[in-house]
C-alpha cells in the first residue's frame, strides 16, 4: 500500500472545500427569485421531500431562501475580509516602515479598536454608515482589521531586522529585489492565511448583526433575517424555520475555518513537509 | 586600501548608560591580518557589525580611504562573516539563489570552498552550520570586497574543516591582497594565522 501522502491529501481537501463554498454562492444567486416567491396554497409544511428545508408562513421554500442567504453572507464576507485585509497589510506595513512615531500612534489605534467590544464596534459603525447592504459591510470591514495588521506589523518589523536581509543590502541588492525576494516569500503565507481565517467572523458578524436589526433590510434572503424572523414561529412549533439555516450557517462557517487552518498549515514553512 | 575606525562610541538603544565601545580606534590595511580578542560580551562582534556598516556609532567615524563608509554604493567593500550561518541565509531561498543574489562567485572559490554541486538546489534547513558557513563566504569573497570581516567563523567546525578554510582564506588573502579582521577565543588560532593581535578593552 502507498504511504499517505499529507500534503496531496490536503491539497484535495482544499479543493473540495472551496468547490463546496463555490457551489453555495453560485446556486444561492440563481435560486434569489425563487427564494422570494410566496405560495399561500404550501404554507408553514414541515420539511419533506418536496420541500426539504420546510416552508414558511407566506410559503416560501425554505431550502432556497436558506441557499441565497449563504450565499448572500458568503460574497459579503469575502468583500469585507478583502477590504479588512488590505487596511491590516497597508496599515501594518506603514507601522514598521514609517519609523517609531507612526507606530506609536497605529499600534495606539489598533489596541483601542481591540478594546472595544467586537459586535458593538460593527453595530455603531454600520449604524452610522445608514445600515442595509453599505452599513454591513462598513461595519465589519473596518473592524476586523486589527489582529491581522498586527501579525504583519511584527513580521516586517522582523524582516527588517533578519540579518539575512541586512547582509543581502551589504552585498549591492536592491530595495525592490530584497522586497521581491525576501519580503513576500515570507510575508504572504501569513497573509493569506489572515486573510481566509477572517471570512468566519466577517460572516458570523454580519449574520449577528442582521439579527439583531441593524444590518441588512428584511426583505433582503440573509441569514440573519431568516433566524430573526423564525424567532417569533419557534414557541408555535415550526422548528425548521430556525433549524435548517442555523445549522447550515455553522456547516459555512466552519468550513472556512477549516480551509484557513489547513491552508496555514500547508504554507507554514515549519509544518509544510509534513 | 586601509580601513579606520576613529574614536569609536556604542552603545545600544535599550542601555543608553552602558557605553560597549567607548573611543575606541582601530585601522586596518590591506594585507594584514589583525587579530581581535576579548573576553565574551565586549563588543567583538559590535566592533565589526560597526566596521561593516551594519550600525553606525553614535559618536566617531568608520573610514574607509579617508571616505565615509556609508558612502559606497552598491557592493559594500567591507563584508562581515557571521558567527551563526544560518541566519545569514533567508531561509526560504535555495542556497543557490542566495549565493547568486549579488552576481554570480567565480567557479573556483566554490571548487576551493568544497561546495558541491547538489548543495545549491537545497535549503538552509538540509544543510549544516559548517556547508552553510562555506556559502557565506563565497558570498562575501565578492569581487569588489577588499576587507573581510571575520566573527568566530570556524568557531562551530571540526579541526580538519577548519584549517581547511584558514588555508583557503590566507591563500586567497594573499592573492587579492585583502585586509582581514579575525576574532576568535582561540588563541593558537589567532597566533597562527594574523600579523597583529589586538585587544578590546
Known amino acids: 500500500m502507498k504511504p499517505q501522502n499529507q500534503r496531496r491529501n490536503t491539497i484535495l481537501f482544499l479543493i473540495v472545500t472551496a468547490g463546496v463554498l463555490i457551489l453555495i454562492t453560485a446556486a444561492g444567486m440563481l435560486l434569489k427569485d425563487q427564494a422570494v416567491q410566496t405560495n399561500f396554497a404550501r404554507k408553514n409544511l414541515a420539511p419533506s421531500r418536496e420541500f426539504l428545508f420546510g416552508t414558511d408562513w407566506m410559503g416560501r421554500d425554505m431550502f432556497a431562501r436558506t441557499l441565497a442567504g449563504l450565499s448572500l453572507s458568503i460574497r459579503i464576507g469575502l468583500l469585507t475580509a478583502a477590504v479588512s485585509a488590505l487596511i491590516a497589510l497597508i496599515l501594518g506595513t506603514a ?22 467590544p467586537h459586535i458593538l464596534l460593527v453595530m455603531l459603525i454600520s449604524i452610522a454608515c445608514g445600515r442595509g447592504f453599505t452599513g454591513v459591510v462598513a461595519g465589519v470591514a473596518l ?19 533578519a540579518p539575512y536581509i541586512l547582509t543581502a543590502s551589504k552585498l549591492g541588492v536592491s530595495k525592490m529585489q530584497i522586497v521581491k525576494n525576501h519580503m513576500i516569500p515570507h510575508l ?8 481566509i481565517l477572517l471570512f468566519p ?3 458570523l ?18 441569514i440573519g433575517v431568516i433566524l430573526s424572523e423564525s424567532m417569533r414561529y419557534l414557541t408555535t412549533g415550526r422548528w425548521w424555520l430556525a433549524l435548517f ?10 468550513l472556512f475555518a477549516l480551509l484557513g487552518e489547513r491552508v496555514a498549515k500547508l504554507l507554514n514553512p515549519a509544518s509544510a513537509h509534513e | 586600501m586601509i580601513l579606520q575606525a576613529e574614536h569609536l562610541t556604542f552603545s545600544y538603544r535599550r542601555r543608553k548608560q552602558e557605553c560597549i565601545l567607548q573611543d575606541y580606534s582601530l585601522s586596518i590595511t590591506s594585507g594584514e ?12 562582534t559590535t566592533l565589526c557589525r560597526l566596521l561593516a556598516g551594519y550600525e553606525k556609532p553614535q559618536q566617531g567615524k568608520v573610514l574607509l580611504n579617508g571616505k565615509a563608509l556609508s558612502s559606497f554604493r552598491g557592493v559594500c567593500p567591507v563584508q562581515m562573516v557571521w558567527q551563526h550561518p544560518e541566519t545569514v541565509v533567508d531561509p526560504l531561498l535555495q542556497l543557490g539563489v542566495t549565493l547568486n543574489e549579488a552576481g554570480k562567485p567565480e567557479e573556483r572559490l566554490l571548487k576551493e570552498l568544497h561546495i558541491e554541486e547538489g548543495w545549491l538546489k537545497r535549503y538552509p534547513s538540509e544543510l549544516s552550520g559548517g556547508e552553510l558557513q562555506r556559502f ?11 576587507f573581510l570581516l571575520c566573527d568566530e567563523i570556524t568557531a562551530m567546525l571540526d579541526l580538519v574543516t577548519q584549517a581547511q578554510i584558514w588555508n583557503f582564506l590566507l591563500e586567497e588573502g594573499k592573492q587579492r591582497d585583502l585586509g582581514m579582521l579575525i576574532v576568535s577565543h582561540d588563541d593558537a588560532l589567532l597566533q597562527k594565522v594574523c600579523t597583529r593581535i589586538e585587544t578590546l578593552p
Open chain 1, 201 to 203: 467572523h466577517a460572516i
Open chain 1, 95 to 116: 507601522c514598521a516602515v514609517l519609523g517609531r512615531a507612526a507606530d506609536a500612534v497605529i499600534s495606539w489605534w489598533i489596541d483601542l479598536m481591540m478594546g472595544i
Open chain 1, 205 to 222: 458578524h454580519e449574520s449577528s448583526i442582521t439579527f439583531l436589526g441593524f444590518g441588512l433590510s428584511s426583505e433582503q434572503p440573509a
Open chain 2, 33 to 44: 591580518r589583525v587579530g581581535l580578542r576579548a573576553p565574551s560580551g565586549r563588543g567583538k
Open chain 1, 245 to 254: 439555516p442555523g445549522l447550515s450557517l455553522v456547516c459555512v462557517v466552519m
Open chain 1, 143 to 161: 473592524s476586523h482589521w486589527t489582529s491581522l495588521a498586527r501579525v504583519i506589523r511584527g513580521e516586517v518589523l522582523q524582516l527588517r531586522e
Open chain 2, 136 to 146: 557565506c563566504l563565497a558570498r562575501a569573497l565578492h569581487p569588489d570586497t577588499r
Open chain 1, 188 to 195: 504572504l503565507p501569513q497573509f493569506v492565511t489572515g486573510l
